[in-house]
């Protein structure tokens, strides 16, 4: 009796073995079919379904929203004269550089359609930087001045492109040596 007794349990372990094989196979199915189907939607493009449906939805969309929009901010340019740089040099002392901001706006729709924009808010996220140039004044004068005449009889000689501060020194100079009457040094001399 032993052997029959046996024989009926592994029966029963057969048949569950074949129902939880079939589970497992019927599921196995299931995942591969979904998969299928998955892979025959991602062919669609999703970004084509995204916009359309966005354009769809902007198309009936009425109410307000905020929008926040950044800019720049140009700089500006100043001048300096300088001096010490010859006439008709420019250099560039400070670079200029761009500043940025960020603007919101409250924008009101109806049906898609923008009917009205108010500003909310700016706020300058980076300062700009002005420009500075400098521009060259001193002039280089390729002319002379110099003192000339008898004693007494000493005057100032210019030519060419002179420096006022040129005629100026040969002027003093040659009053200079006309009140004197003992030798003064450089009754003669050239100013540039």
Request: net charge neutral.
């Amino acid at each position: 009796m032993k052997n029959d007794s046996r024989t009926d349990n592994s029966g029963w372990k057969y048949i569950i073995w074949a129902i939880v094989f079939s589970v497992a196979f019927l599921i196995f199915i299931g995942i591969t079919t979904t998969n299928i189907g998955n892979s025959r939607k991602s062919n669609i493009e999703p970004s084509n379904i995204n916009s359309q449906e966005k354009e769809s939805n902007e198309e009936q969309f009425s109410g307000t929203k905020t929008e926040t929009v950044n800019g720049a901010i140009e700089y500006t340019s100043s001048t300096v004269n300088d001096p010490n740089l010859d006439e008709g040099v420019t250099e560039v002392r400070t670079k200029g550089t761009n500043g940025t901001k960020t603007v919101t706006y409250k924008v009101t729709y109806e049906n898609g359609n923008e009917i009205s924009r108010e500003k909310v808010s700016e706020e300058i996220t980076k300062q700009p930087v002005n420009e500075v140039r400098a521009v060259g004044t001193k002039h280089t004068y390729t002319g002379s001045c110099s003192v000339k005449g008898t004693y007494r009889n000493r005057y100032a000689s210019c030519t060419g492109d002179y420096s006022p501060q040129a005629k100026a020194n040969a002027e003093a100079k040659a009053q200079e040596c006309n009140v004197n009457t003992r030798a003064v040094q450089g009754c003669y001399n050239t100013y540039r």
